[in-house]
């Protein structure tokens, strides 16, 4: 074989070599020599970034747990003393037809300034477990012309051998308990009015929407339904439609537009009608103001504290040992980015 005829063979085999490789094209974006930021962890940049969390969080905290504790609540739990005394059987007792009615009196230890929440709190009822969840058929909620859409509803998707408008385990069982206000003798309004979702009301639940043939299965869950008011104006249904993750939970019944005053003794009354003695449930009437962070919830603060506090515990331990057992740093030159910074 001549000379000239070996080196072209070589040629060809390295050629293909190359085209077999699976190595990518160089480039900055493959190689990941972008620019980019590529601090240096010193003592001092480490102490510096601990203190400015901890003087950025524990205002933030401090703030926090004030707004908190501004807000006024009164909490009254009323399942167990609104059964007579007399009663043994406290399913049987609620289960039974008509009104049970109770009266209650709270105590205004604190001014309450306007507008007051009411609220209803359930213990132990499960409104996240997934076959509760599902049982809706939002298509049925939003429009008429889907009224005999009630797949995933069962149990409650027909009564009668009628579909039931709105089916589902969670319209079925609506909280139906009332309450109604008074001091001195002057009854206190509740405004039941835009206490639920404006995004609910008007893409959820449809203003063509009537309830049909609602609670007249055998099984009467909860609450009955207005059938002459559509869906979206019958707002206690779409508060407690939009189910809770917790099993404890509250959701609002409504506002009381006037200050309360220290001292004031207000009078309830409400009906016991909603069954939570079966699952050994607990039922709390609930008043409470706001504040700029919200309602009462001292977790917020009381986590920015202990951030605020373990960086400021780190910054004060990291300063002592660095004053008193120093290292010295290396050459950042040295560093591979800095040492080679074209990345070939």
Known sequence: MSTSAAGGAGSNDSNAGRRQSKKPKYSKFTQQELPACKPILTPRA???????????????????????????????RYDSQCIPSNV????????????????????VDKRMK??????????????????????RNDEQLRDSKNAN???????????????????????????????????????????????SWKSDRDHKFGSDVFPKNFQSGTLIGGGRL??????????????????????????LYGRIEVDLEKGDVIKVNLNNNYNTYSFNGKKKLVLSTTTWLGGKNDFLGIAYLTVGGLSFFLAMAFTVVYLIKPRQLGDPSYLSWNRNPGGQ
């Open 46 to 76: 480490v102490i510096s970034a601990f203190l400015i969390v901890t003087i950025v969080f524990i205002p933030i905290g401090v703030a926090s747990l004030i707004a908190s504790h501004d807000v006024v609540e009164i909490i009254d």
């Open 88 to 107: 043994t059987d406290k399913v049987a007792y609620i289960q039974t037809p008509g009104e049970k009615p109770c009266n209650r009196e709270l105590h």
């Open 114 to 135: 306007s507008p007051i929440y009411v609220y209803y709190q359930l213990d132990n009822f499960y409104q996240n477990h997934r076959r509760y969840v599902k049982s």
């Open 149 to 195: 859409s009630t797949s995933g509803c069962e149990p409650e998707d027909s009564a009668n051998g009628m579909p039931i408008v709105p089916c589902g385990l969670i319209a079925w069982s609506l909280f139906n308990d009332t309450y109604s206000f008074s001091r001195n003798s002057v009854n206190l309004t509740v405004n039941k009015k835009d206490i």
């Open 226 to 251: 207005d059938e002459n008011r559509s869906l979206s104006e019958q707002e206690d249904l779409i508060v407690w439609m939009r189910t809770a993750a917790l099993p404890t939970f509250r959701k």
